[in-house]
């Protein structure tokens, strides 16, 4: 502060040193912190209340890798959990006997008998035990960027930095040492050609060379030997040079001279020059004694900052992961604007750089003409350049070492600019480091907060060439003159190093012999706290003799001039160019400038300007702009009353002050931005000041008001411009924010209290006191009605009757929209309040009355202003309302009196008239519109806190009402919607929430006025005989009693179920926005310690009962988790009586109270209801995403968890059927929702997450850079519906909340996926609980139904999903407790409705029988065990059903430990006491071996599993095992069918599903005989021949009255359809359309028998689609499709077992090449035998198998194609005939006597191979057996008959093909008549026909080929004549050829074709050869 002298301060400091020394009010509410806006829920919270979470055991995770821990641990010989560990040979599983096995311990109360209500009790205890508090904790965060009510606690005002550099000099030396050095250190800024830091100095010298200078230098302050300094750069730039200068003392000889020395002389030479160097030791010590005051320049160097910061490295350089990087770019938001880089600049960055330690090694020398800035400049940016002049320059070689690094945080002994010391300051006598004080290149924004006033004199240059004498070696001395007697020099000059910390006089260096020298010099002086029109500037110029002369002196003043400092009270700043006198000024020169010409004075060069100098200020005090300066002058003189007053050059009286302050306040806009912010706290003080104390001018008081308002708006929008980058996302100005929260307090209250009284503590109005003020200050006020427009003069005392009516009225009517067009600005009653005269009462203003009464009555100018930065101003009202409560002790009053009404009256005008504003402007300006609902939510949140809550309702009931009102016209009602969503969502985040909604009375809530609709009209209940209690019901629906009761609830739960209706637009913004709402709110109760206790929580889960309705009847628009086609309502519809109509009257909210609430998109009584009972179903509408519908579920289980059971189950007893079947859907969705991933699903999903966080960094680059507004931020956020496009149904999605928070960063670590897993593990198991709870109230509420036996049903679903999913093995112990409850207390559910259940049941118990932790298979086991011992019969069966189909469709369940549970169940048996005498034990021993036997089998399957053909084959023989039981064999079906669709054989899993039909179809046709039902396998054969084999073996074994035979759901109409239906479709995917059709022809008689006309639509819809592909894909040369291709393997070796000897047709898919199967088959029998074992026959020669090698393994593979005789072409027309249904097939080999494969077309033979498979392909298996083989060999005449009619054949194809090819005629032609050299048709003439055969035999063959030729020769034409005829003119000549071509050959043949034979032998059956057999040419004509 400054140093109070006698003379007392100036107004403008007195108030400034006020500002900074006065201690801040903060009011802050106690519960503050707890509310969500200040206490957000973030993934970094929820991590640390995540800590200490138990991991939870799953099977998933327990595979293999981790045997040891929690499983097991109970088995003495702990056996593995990893599947390889069984021995690999088919016997292995008959090792292990099952007797000798260790069982797993036994449930010890198991056996008991227990009363069920016992059990039930037992189980809820242990459920309850070990329960993580806070369910959503274990959710993810809600989302960041939906938290509209977050505030941060502004960051108090404090000093600007920019990024700050720590300089230390360690050492400087010099090839000589021989006198004193001087260094200086500066920072540059070469683009925009700026010094940006004062000057440090730094003195390095040793003691003896500083000791030169003992005569000059008294003490030296310590101070001025600080060697290290800080500097702060705001705009880092790579342009930026850190200058060091070097100074030496005076003495005779120019620069270059004086440095000759330094640059000749070495140090290694020193011995050389010893006599030199003591010279010029002497000289020096001489120059020091006479001249030591005086410097000289000497060198310079630069180091470019840049380079130093880039080379020294970033440390986070290399790893580039965007965590490491975020520090620095959330600091530089908070440091505001100052980091807005140019785009160039952002490369370049001082912060966090490694160290380094420089050595400067070359000086450039100082050029005496060259010493300015300008000159600096030039020679730094040619530095730059790599071919700088100056390296050419001949250095002055020194050694310099400095280190450079970031400043630390908070360094030690560090001094400020003014040299203060800052704590920490451990020492005064440490050496201090100084911070050196920043010129920043552009304009930097920020307030002052502290006291600051330093003025630096720069002196340029100095021009004496005119001025006569001697007058060379120039020096300035600068003084500050108090007056103007020479002993009036001030001590305010800071000095340089090793010197007195202040000086009265300073001198410029000194360029020797130089008339008009240049001066690079800085002078810096503290400006005293009251500078007057005395103070100046006194320069004095001397001329310095350095040769000692007898009778010259040492210094001689050549000149004086001089600068007043103030003018018109304003400092005198910026360059000057000053004449100079040459004699001494005349006394009171002071008050004048030396421009005016003084009578008898001379001036060097005729008065003009020949000193040029520039002053620069830095103060806090002195703003520097004339508006400003102005304004506060006018302030301060009202304030001190002292008329008349001087300005500039008017003098004001009293009469002309008031209209001069009245300009000054609307000139203020005109202020330049820099100084006004940096001013802002002053200004704004001085206008809250002008507001609330109007000056009383001349005994009257002047209004100010209005004009100080504006002012305010003005003042606030100029800084909120100048600082828009810094703006945080609600688009506050922190600058302001801060202000409000700090700096503002109201005037005149006094700042401390008395002997320092302890603050008072505050009851609960939850304000944390700041320092007291005594209450005396607040007097009443005079009248009561405030004055505000001075321009209306009304009698005093007189209030118009007018006005008072308008008032009283406008007291009362609080229901409707209180601002009429009359009252708006410019209306006709505009002006409420009149202006008594001034009275002589106190003139004080209340701040938050006066500014409520001037925004309502604003202009339409300001008040576009003051919108625009509402926040600030509601802000300030709530924090001057604050105070007033505070100072005037109004805490403990009431809350209505605590504030005039009409003060309330212009607060209910101002929020309704901003709230008509956000509605107006939402469509032109939509980001304005989100700022201001923002804000104004905020302010009513802050009411809520200040004044009668009642009131704060009804403004918020009365801007919902204009909302509602707006909603039926709006164009786009989302956008509205969404902005009413926001400030519900504000509104709630008050901490005092809870309370604010009156939480009601346990059970019984108060009667409510009228008693809903909803409530009467529901139907009476289904579980209770007496009406439903309707004020349970009130409590669960969003009734009419509910929101008047909890009014804040109301609000938000009715927002939810106006988002998710059918017909809500923009639906998933709205859904997410809604949902997360709530779900945030409730994330704060959990964290909140207030309601930590159960029974606390019970009633803050009261306030959202009604979120299970609503989430209810959301129910048919959730995402479904579960995934099964229209699943959704499974449960429900199983309830849903035939009551379709009524039901569900009680739905969520009655449509008009709705649209009382609300008012949705639509205008009243448009629809039906917001929810209609039943029918909700088919009316899906908007479905949420997956994302949303988790986090509704999240809060549906979180109420449930929280409630009161005994309320839960009262509402329970009240739903009617279908709304139960809903809830319990409702769970069940739960449960798929929450199920557990497995950690392998976290690590794949983080490999996706990569592509989203580039698109994320993609999106906040297109945010910084500002390319994207925030309008068109919202209106593509409102566009996209979900995150992932319509991608919804992709399983992994549903993990979609579990990584979007934590996906910021793109690889995480191992550590974290073991956390995240941890968690969901968790969560998984918490969400399995709660369902499980919930589903225990159920079970106890319907017990008492009549339709319990549904409910019950639907409730054992519930369970059996939650024991199939994956679940932890904590959960599955209490869900199998639970079922065991269930079953023992119900056992008809199970034995008697439906055995399907049982099946299931079985099938998930068998399941974890096998699990790997032993904890779950001891439960699973007792379960088992206990379902055998309730019903054996049916038990039995579902059991042994069970195992088959489990192992037939699990890959990976671990017989061993099922081995171990089934030894379990055989200890119980032989446990239980009760049935141990009867056959049951038995029966259950038979059981366990006989599932034994099954798993053996599935053993080898598993041995198997690699090689597809064998594990089908085994399942193929498992089924073929089951004959005599047909529902096992269908489990078996279903299993190949789905192995088959698995490896992509569409074609074998449709057969599999027609032969399971078959199978259905024959127990069918025992049962009834239907007509429209197959008659049984025979209706099947068109499908496929295969089928017969699924006749029924004989009724005896299908007996069909026989219990639990043929029982499953397959064996039904239905169970027919669904069957057919599935092969159906495999047929299709496979492309068998023709098959579809057949399937279909055998389903639409059932379709239509059940009338079922949606399917029959279905149906005929797909045979159009196959027959439109039959069609498409039949026409052309070679069909498109494909079916197959067909291979004989032959295996050979005794190494293969069964296989040996064995051939086999394999199927595989169309276009495999030889070479493909043969490699594959090679492949895997290698790995299964070894290398060096398999070989590949290569030729299909017939195999001899004593050539074999025994050791080896033989396979041979051959292509084989479908072979018919031709009576079956007649039927196989199409291309599908001939490739379905094939039995034989056909190979070749072609051979010669003499054992070659190919030879002379004479000895040409051929070996037809005909091959027939057991079955006909397609079959339900991929392989079939040979099971006929037969052989036929041609003769070469044969062969070549054969050749020449397939030519033929191509010939005639290509010809008649419609559409004709061209290019594949011209192919066929080509090679038919072209000249070919061997084996053409000529030669194969010219061998055969040549001569008649001489064995009459063969007459026969030889008049075929000859007839054979024939043809060939005719079809040869007409394909030339269609050639011809297609050709086009350039291929004329190609066609003359083929036709030259052919004549040739016709030629040639025409002798062979004339002759006869003698005569034709009549057909001997008896004497020919083989040759007319089937295979011959009997039938070859094809």
């Not at 880092?236 to 100074?247: G, W, Y």
């Not at 999903?1245 to 906040?1260: E, G, P, Q, V």
């Not at 056909?1786 to 051929?1806: I, M, V, W, Y």
């Amino acid at each position: 502060m400054p140093h109070h002298g006698a003379r007392k301060m100036d107004a403008q400091v007195r108030a400034a040193v006020e500002m900074y020394t006065e201690d801040w009010i903060i009011a802050h509410r106690r519960y503050q912190h707890l509310s969500a806006a200040y206490n957000p829920i973030t993934t970094e919270t929820q991590r640390e209340r995540q800590k200490g979470l138990t991991r939870q055991v799953f099977e998933q995770d327990a595979s293999g890798d981790e045997r040891s821990g929690p499983e097991d641990s109970d088995d003495p010989r702990h056996s593995s959990g990893s599947l390889d560990d069984t021995p690999r040979s088919s016997g292995a599983s008959g090792i292990f006997d099952l007797r000798n096995l260790a069982a797993d311990s036994l449930l010890p109360s198991l056996l008991e008998r227990v009363a069920p209500e016992d059990v039930d009790r037992r189980n809820e205890a242990l459920r309850r035990q070990h329960r993580p508090r806070a369910l959503l904790a274990l959710y993810p965060a809600p989302d960041e960027d939906e938290a509209v009510e977050r505030c941060n606690r502004p960051e108090p005002p404090r000093e600007h930095f920019g990024q700050r550099i720590l300089v230390k000099c360690l050492s400087l030396k010099f090839e000589i040492e021989i006198e004193p050095i001087f260094g200086i250190l500066a920072l540059y800024d070469v683009r925009e050609k700026k010094k940006i830091s004062e000057n440090f100095y730094f003195d390095l010298n040793s003691d003896s060379m500083k000791g030169l200078l003992r005569a000059h230098v008294t003490h030296p302050a310590i101070s001025t030997l600080a060697r290290s300094a800080i500097f702060s750069v705001t705009y880092p730039s790579p342009d930026i040079f850190l200058v060091i200068k070097l100074e030496k003392v005076l003495q005779q000889g120019d620069i270059s001279e004086c440095c000759e020395p330094y640059m000749v002389m070495k140090e290694a030479d020193t011995a050389k020059n010893k006599e030199k160097l003591e010279k010029l030791r002497l000289a020096a010590e001489q120059f020091c004694t006479r001249l030591g005051r005086y410097r000289m320049p000497f060198a310079w160097t630069a180091v470019h900052l840049a380079n130093i910061v880039s080379s020294a490295g970033q440390p986070d350089r290399d790893s580039d992961s965007e965590g490491e990087r975020r520090p620095a770019w959330t600091d530089r938001r908070r440091r505001g604007p100052q980091d807005r880089t140019s785009s160039g600049d952002d490369a370049c960055s001082f912060s966090g750089f490694r160290p380094a330690t420089l050595t400067v090694t070359n000086f450039f020398k100082q050029e005496a003409e060259r010493l300015s800035d300008e000159d600096l400049f030039k020679f730094l940016a040619d530095m730059r350049r790599p071919t700088s002049l100056l390296r050419r320059l001949r250095p002055v070689t020194a050694q310099l070492k400095i280190d450079i690094s970031p400043a630390p945080e908070n360094p030690h002994f560090c001094l400020s600019p003014e040299l203060l010391h800052i704590k920490p300051y451990p020492d005064p006598r440490g050496r201090p480091t100084k911070e050196i004080l920043e010129f920043p290149a552009r304009e930097v924004y920020a307030p002052h907060t502290s006291y600051r006033s330093l003025l630096y004199v720069y002196p340029h240059s100095l021009n004496f060439s005119s001025r006569q004498g001697s007058v060379r070696n120039l020096t300035v001395r600068v003084q500050y003159m108090a007056g103007e007697d020479p002993s009036q020099a001030l001590p305010v000059i800071f000095g340089k190093s090793s010197c007195s910390e202040f000086t009265r006089e300073a001198f410029t260096p000194v360029v020797y012999h130089n008339k008009s020298p240049e001066f690079y010099e800085e002078f810096k002086l503290r400006l005293p706290a009251c500078v007057t029109e005395n103070h100046h500037l006194l320069f004095t110029f001397y001329h310095v003799s350095c040769q000692p002369r007898p009778g010259t002196a040492l210094e001689t003043p050549v000149g004086f001039t001089w600068i007043p400092l103030l003018q018109h009270g304003r400092l005198r700043t910026g360059p000057f160019c000053l004449p100079v006198s040459v004699d001494q000024p005349p006394p009171s020169y002071s008050v004048l400038t030396p421009d005016v010409a003084l009578p008898g004075m001379r001036w060097v060069d005729g008065h003009k300007g020949v000193f040029s100098v520039e002053l620069t200020a830095v103060s806090s005090v002195h703003p520097q702009d004339p508006h400003l300066d102005k304004f506060f002058t006018l302030v301060h003189v009202l304030e001190e009353g002292a008329f008349p007053f001087r300005l500039k050059d008017a003098v004001l009286s009293e009469g002309t002050v008031e209209q001069e302050l009245r300009a000054s306040l609307a000139a203020l806009r005109l202020a330049s931005p820099e100084p006004l912010v940096a001013f802002s706290h002053h200004v704004l003080d001085k206008l809250v000041r002008l507001v609330v104390r109007p000056p009383v001018i001349g005994g009257q008081i002047v209004n100010l008001g209005r004009g100080a308002f504006e002012a305010m708006a003005h003042v606030v929008s100029l800084v909120h411009r100048s600082l828009e980058g810094a703006q945080d996302t609600r688009g506050h100005c922190p600058l302001l924010a801060a202000y409000v929260y700090y700096a503002f307090r109201l005037p005149g209250t006094e700042p401390s209290l008395p002997g320092g009284a302890p603050p008072v503590t505050v009851q609960p109005a939850t304000l944390a006191r700041g320092p007291g003020r005594p209450a005396s200050l607040y007097l009443a006020r005079s009248k009561s009605i405030s004055s505000s427009n001075p321009d209306l003069a009304v009698a005093p005392g007189s209030v118009d009757d007018e006005v008072s009516r308008i008032l009283a009225s406008k007291g009362i009517d609080r229901s409707h929209s209180w601002v009429n067009a009359a009252y708006a600005p410019g209306g006709s009653k505009a002006v409420l309040r009149r202006a008594p005269p001034y009275c002589g009462a106190d003139p004080r203003q209340l701040l938050h009355e006066e500014l409520a009464l001037q925004w309502v009555v604003s202009g339409s100018a300001v008040r576009e202003a003051v919108l625009q930065h509402a926040w600030f101003f509601f802000q300030l009202m709530v924090k001057s309302m604050t105070l007033h409560l505070l100072l005037g002790q109004k805490l403990d009053t009431p809350r209505k009196l605590r504030f005039p009404g009409r003060f309330l009256d212009d607060i209910a005008a101002l929020v309704g008239s901003v709230g008509l504003e956000v509605i107006t402007r939402v469509h032109k300006d939509a980001e304005l519109a989100e700022r201001l609902n923002a804000s104004l939510a905020f302010f009513l949140s802050d009411l809520l806190s200040l004044v009668d809550r009642g009131f704060v309702f009804s403004l918020v009931r009365a801007l919902f009402k204009q909302v509602a009102t707006r909603l039926q016209s709006a164009p786009n009602p989302a956008v509205l919607l969404t902005l009413r969503m926001d400030f519900t969502r504000i509104l709630c985040s008050h901490e005092h929430y809870v309370t604010l909604n009156l939480p009601c009375c346990p059970l019984s809530p108060p009667a409510s006025p009228s008693p809903s609709v909803s409530s009467t009209a529901s139907q009476s209940s289904t579980f209770s005989s007496q009406a439903p209690d309707p004020k349970v019901i009130s409590m669960f629906e969003l009734s009419g009693p509910f929101r008047q009761q909890h009014f804040l609830a109301g609000l938000l739960l009715t927002e939810l179920a106006l988002a998710v209706e059918p017909e809500a637009e923009g639906a998933s913004l709205l859904h997410k926005k809604a949902i997360c709402a709530v779900h945030s709110l409730l994330c704060s109760h959990d964290a909140d310690p207030r309601y930590a206790e159960a029974t606390v929580k019970a009633r803050v889960a009261e306030l959202y009962l009604p979120l299970l309705s609503l989430a209810r009847d959301t129910l048919p628009r959730l995402h479904d988790f579960a995934e099964g086609p229209g699943q959704r309502s499974r449960l429900a519809s199983m309830l849903d009586s035939d009551t379709e109509g009524e039901g569900d009257a009680g739905g969520t909210i009655n449509p008009s109270v709705a649209m009382a609430i609300a008012g949705g998109p639509l205008a009243p009584g448009s629809r039906a209801s917001i929810s209609q009972g039943p029918a909700t179903a088919a009316r899906s509408g908007y479905a949420l995403s997956a994302e949303s519908s988790r986090t509704l579920l999240v809060c549906v289980l979180w109420v449930l968890k929280n409630a009161e059971p005994a309320l839960l189950q009262r509402w329970a007893a009240d739903l009617t059927l279908p709304q139960l079947g809903r809830v319990l859907d409702l769970l069940y969705l739960c449960l798929a929702a929450f199920e557990y991933k497995g950690k392998k699903a976290f690590e794949r999903i983080n490999s996706l997450t990569f592509k989203k966080s580039l698109d994320m960094k993609a999106r906040l680059e297109e945010a910084i850079l500002g390319t994207i507004g925030a309008r068109q931020e919202m209106v593509r956020r409102s566009r996209e519906r979900s995150p992932f496009g319509n991608q919804e149904n992709v399983r992994w999605r549903k993990s979609v909340t579990h990584w979007r928070q934590t996906s910021d960063r793109v690889d995480k670590t191992k550590d974290e996926m073991e956390h995240e897993a941890l968690v969901d593990g968790n969560l998984a198991t918490e969400a399995s609980l709660v369902v499980l709870d919930t589903l225990e109230i159920i079970v106890q509420t319907v017990i008492l139904s009549e339709a319990r036996e549904s409910i019950l049903g639907a409730v054992l679903k519930v369970v059996l999903y939650s024991l199939g999913s994956a679940q932890s093995a904590l959960f599955l112990q209490h869900g199998l407790a639970t079922q065991r409850a269930l079953v023992s207390k119900f056992p008809e559910l199970l034995f008697e409705e439906d055995t399907e259940l049982c099946a299931d049941l079985c099938l998930r118990l068998l399941r974890h029988c096998g699990s790997r932790i032993s904890a779950i298979r001891t439960h699973a086991s007792a379960s088992l065990y206990l379902l055998m011992r309730q019903n054996f019969e049916i038990g039995n069966m579902q059991v042994t059903m069970s195992l088959s189909s489990l192992v037939g469709t699990t890959q990976n369940f671990s017989e061993e430990h099922l081995r171990r549970s089934l030894k379990t169940i055989l200890t119980y048996a032989e446990e239980d006491v009760g049935l141990r005498d009867s056959a049951f034990a038995e029966q259950v021993q038979d059981l366990m071996f006989n599932l034994h036997m099954i798993l053996t089998d599935t053993v080898k399957m598993k041995e198997h599993q690699e090689d597809p053909e064998m594990l089908i084959d085994l399942m193929y023989r498992i089924a073929r095992g089951y004959q005599g039981s047909p529902d096992l064999r269908l489990t078996w079906l279903q299993n190949m069918a789905g192995k088959h669709a698995e490896l992509g054989n569409h074609a074998e899993a449709a057969q599999c599903m027609v032969h399971a039909a078959a199978l259905v179809a024959e127990y069918l046709a025992l049962l009834e005989d239907s007509r429209h039902l197959p008659v049984g396998c025979v209706s099947f054969q068109n499908i496929s021949s295969n089928v017969l084999e699924e006749s029924a073996i004989s009724d005896d074994i299908l007996s069909p009255d026989e219990e639990g035979f043929c029982s499953g759901k397959h064996f039904t109409e239905m169970g027919l359809v669904g069957l057919l239906e599935q092969a159906a479709v495999y047929f299709t995917m496979g492309g068998l359309y023709e098959a579809v059709n057949e399937v279909y022809k055998t389903l639409i008689p059932i379709l239509e028998a059940h009338r079922d006309y949606k399917k029959l639509a279905a149906v005929h819809g797909k045979l159009q689609e196959a027959f439109t592909k039959i069609m498409h894909q039949s026409s052309g040369w070679e069909p498109q499709r494909v079916f197959g291709t067909y291979f004989r393997v032959g295996f050979y070796g005794a190494r293969f077992g069964d296989l040996d000897e064995q051939e086999f047709v394999y199927k595989e898919p169309s276009i495999t090449k030889l070479a493909e199967i043969s490699h594959r088959l090679e492949e895997f029998y290698t790995e299964r035998f070894g290398e060096d074992v398999v070989e590949i026959i290569k030729d299909s020669n017939p195999v001899d198998k004593t050539k074999l090698d025994p050791q080896k393994a033989y396979i041979q593979i051959t292509y084989v194609e479908p072979h018919f005789d031709t009576y079956e072409l007649k039927d196989r027309v199409t291309y599908f005939d001939r490739n379905y249904g094939l039995r034989t097939f056909l190979f070749c080999t072609p051979f010669t006597p003499d054992g070659r494969a190919h030879g002379e077309l004479p000895e040409q033979h051929k070996r037809k191979t005909l091959l027939s498979t057991a079955h006909a392909f397609p079959y339900i298996k991929t392989r079939i057996r040979v099971c006929h083989r037969e052989e036929t060999v041609l003769t070469p005449v044969e062969v070549a008959i054969e050749d020449m009619q397939k030519k033929t054949r191509e010939l005639a194809f290509a010809t008649e093909q419609d559409p004709p090819d061209a290019k594949m005629l011209q192919m066929v032609l080509q090679g038919s008549v072209g000249p070919t050299v061997n084996q053409g048709p000529l030669e194969v003439a010219q061998v055969f026909l040549a001569e008649i055969p001489e064995d009459p035999k063969l007459f026969r063959h030889h008049n075929k080929l000859r007839l054979c030729f024939k043809d060939f020769c005719k079809k040869c034409e007409d394909a030339l004549r269609k050639n011809k005829a297609l050709i086009g003119p350039d291929q004329k000549e190609y066609h003359r050829e083929l036709e030259r071509n052919y004549s040739r050959l016709r030629e040639a043949l025409q002798p062979l074709l004339t002759q006869r034979l003698p005569q034709l032998l009549a057909p001997n059956t008896a004497g020919l050869r083989n040759s007319l057999n089937r295979a011959s040419f009997r039938k070859t004509d094809l």
